[in-house]
T-cell receptor, first 115, second 114 residues
Framework: QQQVKQSPQSLIVQKGGISIINCAYENTAFDYFPWYQQFPGKGPALLIA?????SEKKEGRFTISFNKSAKQFSLHIMDSQPGDSATYFC??????????????FGDGTTLTVKP | EAQVTQNPRYLITVTGKKLTVTCSQN?????MSWYRQDPGLGLRQIYYSMNVEVTDKGDVPEGYKVSRKEKRNFPLILESPSPNQTSLYFC?????????????FGPGTRLTVL
């Protein structure tokens, strides 16, 4: 049972364009939704994260939009740059004691930004 | 420098030969996890630990063991590796509590089982 579904699997955008990656989750106990960025040969690194008490969080060119009722959240990359070319993972985690250490990741989206 | 270290970074072994991948963090994090990354399957959690001597299964624990005898270390043990355990493995750590759960990942260990 896949608890976090991510789409698309791959994405190609032109420099300056907007990249949008979507995730949907099933478990309503999730209360922390991060996005990780991974460059080839490196471990993932936190990009931006949101909690369900807000509908949007923006950090520079990166924005998370969160829809609690639809159980969906998305990453928007504005003014996409070639340096943004990487694999992006959404994830979900619960702070409830019995599962606080458990994280579920989406399958990843490979983003290519063409110059 | 705050970091998660893994050793070895690359390992080629044969079926059935026991191996251990070490993981260490210097950030005094309570939580530690092991993940495997396979093409098209994202990151799948193998085991996690919420503190010393507290471990639990993730989504794909079969064929793996872990231990958490010290806060900073969380080794991954494959007692009888098989070719389907060929993968890229990541260790990660984070704080507990309500302040957020940013996970810090190690550089990865690429394992090939022949």
């Amino acid at each position: 049972q896949q608890q976090v579904k991510q789409s698309p699997q791959s994405l190609i955008v032109q420099k300056g364009g907007i990249s949008i990656i979507n995730c949907a989750y099933e478990n309503t106990a999730f209360d922390y939704f991060p996005w990780y960025q991974q460059f080839p040969g490196k471990g993932p690194a936190l990009l931006i994260a949101i909690r369900p008490d807000v509908s949007e969080k923006k950090e520079g060119r990166f924005t998370i939009s969160f829809n609690k009722s639809a159980k969906q959240f998305s990453l928007h990359i504005m003014d996409s740059q070639p340096g943004d070319s990487a694999t992006y993972f959404c994830a979900a985690r619960s702070s409830f004691n019995t599962n606080a250490g458990k994280s579920t990741f989406g399958d990843g989206t490979t983003l290519t930004v063409k110059p | 420098e705050a970091q998660v270290t893994q050793n070895p970074r690359y390992l080629i072994t044969v079926t059935g030969k026991k191996l251990t991948v070490t993981c260490s963090q210097n950030m005094n994090h309570e939580y530690m996890s092991w993940y495997r990354q396979d093409p098209g399957l994202g990151l799948r959690q193998i085991y996690y630990s919420m503190n010393v001597e507290v471990t639990d299964k993730g989504d794909v624990p079969e064929g793996y063991k872990v231990s958490r005898k010290e806060k900073r270390n969380f080794p991954l043990i494959l007692e009888s590796p098989s070719p389907n355990q060929t993968s890229l493995y990541f260790c990660a750590s984070s704080f507990s509590g309500t302040g957020g759960y940013e996970q810090f990942f190690g550089p990865g260990t690429r394992l090939t089982v022949l």
